[in-house]
């Protein structure tokens, strides 16, 4: 034992087999994810459209690569070996969390995964003509085999998992969270945001707010987006920014791919949403690098990466610290006018409106937007209510959250999201659960840097960004949700903290800065 | 029987087992070359250089994927049975290439791909350091282990196919090609070409060639490339033109990658480059659509591959006919200047000028760059000759072939290429062979079509691609290329029309308009 010292690494008998074979498999699967990611940015932002039906074909098959790595059969074994091997604290988070991907593909039969795709690509894109012609019968059509097969892979994900139907599906997104936690949390939106909503619109109404007048030159706006990326620290060393018909963030996380699109009538909107998706692609930069190929280096959930786009969008983009820095490169890149003095941008983003357009919706109403979505598409996985009924209960349901009207509107309706043609069930959630976190973030950051909204009115943002790796990016899975909530902000999620941030900003309370 | 026509096609048992069995296996492999050619592609155009690590574990991932189904263990059992299954000559032509590709690849094991893959990535990331540094004896560490192994993989290749160790290796990229008959071919050139170039010289001498000035605005060189790209009618709703460092044409049939490069102090550089690729690119996309993902409808070889860059770049690039359709596109991108005279421009596009480097060489001596290589690497790999030879064997072939002298200049000689650092060896022939099939193809045309010429001057090409696309780019891989050749022209490769066509544009000799 004594010359064990000098004995290469890879020459001593593993006392871990089963964890490292898990290991490798797990980077592997990192590879093909990789090559998945890479096509997928490359058919919204480079591909031209003659591309696709051979695109969708090298899809399919990395898809089935993929499934059938998730699902190899060696890997039970080696999952239930791997528990009684001695794994350090992180190498059982990992163990744990190979264990729940495996589970949520070993649930799903290969020609299950094979039909839910081919439905969701064909409704997803009929969906593209089918919503600018307003067609819902066409969509319905298509729709029906969506629900039907999201509803067998809720079924049999509900029966290895002991959850409920919709919960099992929402648990691919936002692992441990369920209606039972949902219900009371936007109970309690319910219970006082439509009075907030209709206070701010009051306050509002006095308010006069100049419109930035165009046109704004695609290349100015580039530019600017460039600029603001670069300040808020997006390694362009390991990403880029391209344009898409409908922005996201993708790529790998050695390689973030984030994109925006441009309309010269108007740049708050490119503008904001490369906000957005460069708070997506901080966390993703911001993994652990040494465990990037294993599901320990994830982000822990859906939920959590919106509350980084929203912080950075929301948190950061809307605070009047982070305004008045902002106008000078606004100002640099489309030169002055008066709509943009630091006080009338502040009121033009921190507008309320109701509208039918969750993309489109204001800070303070788009959880309305989430709540009328779980409201339909939880009973509808559950088989409590069917397509068909959609409509109605979406024009009830907007009546009553924001007071519009959109019947006979379903392209501005029940058509307007693509979650829903590609089978997202259990994702809208997320985004309510992100702008909750992110006020609990900026409370605890608050709490423990008492300086940070000068830093912020200094143009310093690298007090947020050290908060959020440290709490955030670095954690990646290590944790349950619960226990990342916990160590990052000495509590579960709290809906307390979005309260106070949206009386804050938009009644002066004075809570913030 | 007489019900057997209503019968579903997929329901009838097929009486081509073997061969369907086989159709699918290569379809797989199609979406897995869609994958790697998109992450060459993205490689090489989009990616930051923080990407690469994690882009070269997805590399390796596919390319093992690639080369575990090219060698899965029943495809020798079902190429034995298709053989004697009722296929017509379409059917018979792809089973023939199926058969190449999977010797090929069933000669190499998988360590000696994986070692060979090892070795040319350490050489070829090196070399991009070390051939701007100089650096031979660098550059030799590594390049010692690429010969090794590139070795190893000719003794392979030749105990199977019965070829000697060069020609195996010279068959992946020019089935059929070998040293027998390539040395009577380069013989033949030896014989005129070193007096062509002298004569030209001279007559060159006397001439007044003016320089284009710049600055060229990089957008402004790209909008001419695009124009010139829809003129050469390149399919631009299947493909795209990016930039890169080594302008390549890559993707996949379906959605052709080209790319070129810009500097502003010179615009010739990029159009032909661009021109060459389109090329590349109209033959990928002409490939015959029902036959994707078979190997029949893969490119004949790289010789024919080359003679299609070739008939864009040469015998139409440096076309007087072409030239003054070009004169106009030229001056709406950067203006008018004396140096745009269509005179001028064919001189300058035809100045004969012996140099160092081959992608710099003109189209009279670049054959002799490519013969000076061929005479190093056909001993090297069949071990007459070891690495360390090359610099001295390398002076004197190019003080003979071009009389200019490389000594101690290891980067301007035998490190400038990127295809020995990446055991590319037997690829430079099909430079040569390119340029002689161009000749030959443009020789054929003009017999069938007597106004071709005049179809040129007018600015018409349609009857050029029209051509190639019948006789070429629709044929594919269906005959061998001496069928391709004769059925197309005729005749077998003939050198003769390559000598005819340089004596005509560069001496005048009354053969071309």
């Not at 984030?258 to 692609?281: C, D, K, N, V, W």
């Not at 901080?282 to 990037?292: D, K, T, V």
């Not at 979406?394 to 392209?411: H, P, S």
Request: proline share 6%.
């Amino acid at each position: 034992m004594q010359a064990a010292g000098r004995v290469p690494a890879h020459a001593m008998a593993s006392v871990t087999p089963a964890y490292d074979e898990l290991a490798r498999s797990f980077t592997r699967q990192h590879h093909l994810d990789h090559l998945q990611a890479l096509a997928y940015w490359d058919q919204a932002a480079m591909m031209p459209a003659g591309g696709a039906e051979a695109r969708a074909g090298a899809l399919a098959e990395v898809a089935a690569l993929v499934h059938q790595a998730r699902t190899a059969p060696g890997l039970a074994r080696a999952l239930a070996q791997a528990q009684d091997e001695p794994l350090d604290d992180f190498q059982r988070a990992n163990l744990r969390e190979m264990a729940r991907e495996w589970q949520a593909a070993a649930a799903l039969p290969e020609h299950l995964v094979q039909r839910s795709q081919l439905a969701t690509a064909r409704c997803g894109q009929a969906w593209r003509q089918q919503r600018p012609a307003n067609d819902w019968a066409g969509f319905l059509r298509n729709f029906r085999a969506v629900v039907a097969t999201a509803r067998e892979e809720a079924q049999l994900l509900s029966q290895r998992s002991g959850l409920r139907p919709y919960d099992a599906l929402m648990d691919r997104f936002e692992p441990g969270m369920t209606c039972a936690r949902l219900d009371p949390l936007f109970a309690d939106l319910r219970s006082w945001l439509p009075g907030l909503v209709q206070q701010v619109q009051a306050r509002q109404s006095g308010q006069t707010v100049l419109q930035p007048q165009g046109p704004f030159p695609v290349e100015a706006q580039r530019q600017l987006c460039l600029q603001v990326m670069q300040w808020l620290q997006f390694d362009f060393n390991r990403g880029r920014l391209d344009v898409s018909t409908h922005p996201f963030a993708g790529g790998v996380p050695e390689d973030v791919r984030l994109t925006t699109r441009y309309e010269t009538g108007e740049f708050i909107t490119s503008l904001l949403g490369a906000i957005h998706e460069t708070g997506h692609g901080r966390y993703e930069q911001g993994r652990p690098q040494a465990w990037l190929g294993q599901p320990v280096s994830l982000a822990r959930s859906m939920g959590i990466h919106e509350s980084q786009s929203l912080s950075f969008e929301m948190q950061l983009g809307r605070h009047p610290g982070f305004i008045a820095h902002l106008v000078p490169m606004i100002r640099q890149a489309f030169g002055d006018q008066p709509a943009f003095e630091p006080d009338n941008l502040l009121r033009l983003v921190t507008r309320v409106q109701p509208g039918l357009i969750r993309v489109d919706a204001d800070e303070l109403t788009y959880a309305a937007h989430v709540m009328l979505r779980y409201d339909i598409e939880r009973p509808l996985i559950e088989g409590e209510i069917a397509p068909e009924d959609i409509p109605a209960l979406w024009d009830t349901g907007m009546a009553a959250l924001l007071g519009q009207d959109t019947r006979g509107n379903f392209r501005d309706g029940p058509m307007q999201d693509v979650h829903w043609p590609e089978a997202m069930f259990g994702y809208f959630p997320c985004y309510t659960l992100g702008a909750v976190y992110a006020a609990q973030w900026f409370a605890a950051m608050r709490r423990s840097l008492p300086g940070l909204d000068a830093s912020i009115h200094a143009g310093d943002l690298t007090p947020v960004f050290g908060w959020l790796d440290r709490h955030i990016w670095q954690q990646a899975s290590r944790w349950t949700t619960d226990e990342l909530a916990t160590r990052a902000s000495g509590e579960v999620l709290n809906p307390m903290h979005y309260r106070a941030h949206l009386e804050a900003r938009y009644l002066g309370t004075p809570v913030m800065a």
